[in-house]
């Protein structure tokens, strides 16, 4: 498991990187941007190009300054090696829900097999949990069709125990598809049209993440949530099965329905701007494969129209990591709205913050 930090669900400002805060500070502050410069190498190991500076960092020296300090307070509350690890094994010793939530989704595990057999145990005693449950989906997709844990009943079970959650069926579906399954494959996109809201699993991991290591009392913000990020990534499943299933039965009018519903739902609700991509990626090979062109010129429009905004502004992205009150409600948001609504949160509440002069995002 982690100390390492992954590249979000595409190319997002929340990676940049903190050896850029001196050049930053290099606009504002040449004296400045040499102090940090030593801290930052010893973080990052060296010091690269200074990039095309934001209009918003020309205009914030305080907050590059309350960065600078922030690299301090990195260095002085690093946790030792491996604690992250070591603190999610021992929950196992607590029998309180949470405790045993988080041991079963990130304690460390040989194989999928040992995971599988934790989820399983929390399952038993705390039943239809949504992440766990949609953690086992995932996992028993892959595998063998004898393995004991993965009773295909029982994961139907809990899908209708939680049957208005999108991202349980979402699951399912690429469950069938893994088994070429058909008959299960339509029925669970039937179900699924039947449901509301989003997609919030990768936002409730890394906020499930965050309040546990936050309870240990050790550690900073940052080394947290890149690992929560990272985490939450691993459980993203593979959209490679559902395009294959959908390319190989489109001509099964039925199959071809049922993957426009299933890539309809994406594209509106599932959250994120990964699965708004697949979704759109879905809808143009069924269409595609139907020759319906009016529908492959608007999914053009739209896609350019989504690659436009992607590829806007996000000043207020800069702050995650920065101010932890900021990143705990982009999460909610998230969770609650989707990626896309949360980014214009975090850029609304920014663009007002900044307005305060009293307002140093890593002292909040």
């Known amino acids: 498991m982690v100390n390492q930090t992954r590249d ?8 940049k990187d903190i050896s850029d805060i001196n050049q930053d500070m290099a606009i504002v502050s040449p004296d400045k941007a040499s102090n940090a410069s030593a801290t930052s190498q010893n973080i990052n190991g060296s010091n690269t190009e200074s990039p095309n500076v934001s209009p918003e960092y020309k ?9 600078i300090a922030l690299i301090n307070e990195y260095e002085a509350n690093k946790a030792p090696e491996g604690f992250q690890e070591q603190y999610i094994n021992k929950l196992v010793e607590d029998p309180a829900m949470n405790s045993q939530l988080s041991f079963a989704l990130f304690s ?5 097999t040992t995971r ?11 039943p239809h949990h949504r992440l766990v449950s949609q953690e086992m989906i995932r996992l028993c997709s892959t595998q063998k069709n004898d393995q004991p844990l993965c009773n295909e009943d029982k ?24 088994k070429e399954n058909i008959q299960g494959f339509v029925w669970a996109a039937d179900e699924l049209n039947k449901t509301q809201g989003i997609d919030s699993d990768f936002a409730d991991t890394v906020s499930l993440y965050i309040e546990t290591l936050s309870q240990a009392g050790v550690g900073n913000f940052i080394d947290i949530f890149d690992t929560a ?9 593979s959209f490679s099965s559902r395009m294959h299933f959908c390319n190989k039965h489109s001509t099964d009018s039925l199959v071809a329905e049922a993957c426009l519903i299933f890539a309809q739902v994406l594209y509106e609700r599932g959250g994120s701007d ?9 809808m143009k090979l069924i269409h595609s494969q139907q020759s319906n062109q009016n529908a492959l010129a608007t999914i053009s429009k739209i ?8 590829h806007s502004n996000h000043a207020g992205i800069n702050f995650l990591k920065v101010d932890e009150e900021l990143t705990r409600d982009w999460l909610k948001h998230w969770a609650t709205f989707g990626e896309a609504k949360a980014v214009e949160y975090v850029n609304d509440k920014v663009a007002t913050l900044i307005q305060d002069e009293n307002y140093f995002p890593c002292f909040r």
């Open 8 to 15: 979000p669900l595409h190319q997002s400002p929340l990676t």
């Open 59 to 67: 205009q914030r020296t305080d907050d590059l300054m309350c960065q």
């Open 108 to 112: 460390e595990v040989e194989n999928d």
């Open 116 to 126: 599988l057999q934790r989820l399983s145990d929390f399952e038993r005693n705390f």
């Open 155 to 178: 994961l139907i079970e809990t899908v209708i125990a939680n049957h208005d959650n999108p991202s349980l069926w979402l699951g399912l579906l690429d469950y069938f598809a893994n």
């Open 229 to 237: 990020f990272y985490l939450a990534l691993k459980s993203v499943p």
């Open 274 to 282: 990964l699965n708004t991509e697949i979704g759109l990626s879905l």
């Open 303 to 310: 896609e350019k129209e989504f690659t436009a905004r992607r």
